[in-house]
């Protein structure tokens, strides 16, 4: 059987990037599709591994050439979903999580409509706001009129949840992760059904 497509998404500062690690830890099966940026690496971040770090030519010729499942640009940055790998995983029967904005999430949709979209949702706009710049403290390209219309951005966002199959809220960690887990067991047992 083709491998199940994952799709956690949700506006920044949600939690997406802290729920994702810790559900590939308890789910060896799922296969963490790794996306491609032109930002340069924050501490502690390995290439190939958090994202494929690259400079802004070779990122052009690969969405030049379709090579994107979905791309966006963020601060000046361009990120996207290398297409290939996802669906060579697929193929090959492996199930594969991506962790994408809300639009990336439904340009994902629109190719792969069986995919699991899981949308996770800040317990509140203040404390979204308040994750959001914990994270963020430091980094030298902070740019705070971009955050703010991030954040407006958001209200819109959280429309398209009801188009998404699952709306997880992140107010306590541990609960979130496990519901996530939950959610991904109950539609492989559908579909092995
Ligand atoms: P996203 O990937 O959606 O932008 P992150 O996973 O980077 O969000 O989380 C943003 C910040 O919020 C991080 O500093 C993270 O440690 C913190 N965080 C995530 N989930 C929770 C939670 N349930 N409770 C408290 N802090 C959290």
Redesign the pocket.
């Known amino acids: 059987m083709r491998g199940l497509l994952v799709v956690v998404a949700?506006?920044?500062?949600?939690?997406?990037?802290?729920?994702v690690r810790r559900v590939l830890e308890r789910d060896p099966r799922l296969h963490f599709s790794v996306s491609m940026t032109t930002r340069p690496p924050r501490a502690g971040e390995v290439d190939g591994r958090d994202y494929h770090f690259v400079d802004r030519a070779e990122f052009l010729r690969v969405r030049d050439a379709g090579g994107f499942l979905e791309w966006f640009e963020v601060y000046g940055d361009l990120k996207g979903t290398p297409r290939a790998a996802v669906e060579r995983e697929l193929a090959s029967g492996h199930d594969v999580l991506l962790?994408v904005d809300v639009q990336g999430a439904m340009a994902i949709k629109r190719q792969f409509p069986d995919a699991l979209l899981i949308f996770?949702k800040p317990p509140s706009r203040e404390e979204q706001r308040r994750?959001?710049l914990?994270?963020h403290r430091g980094d030298p390209d902070f740019d705070p009129a971009a955050f703010e219309r991030r954040l407006a951005a958001a209200d819109e966002e959280e429309h398209l949840a009801e188009q998404f199959d699952a709306v997880v809220v992140?107010?306590?960690?541990d609960r979130?992760v496990r519901e996530v887990a939950a959610i991904i067991t109950g539609r492989r047992s559908q579909r092995s059904s």
């Open positions: 949700g506006p920044s500062g949600a939690g997406k990037g802290t729920i962790e996770v994750r959001f914990e994270r992140n107010d306590d960690l979130a």
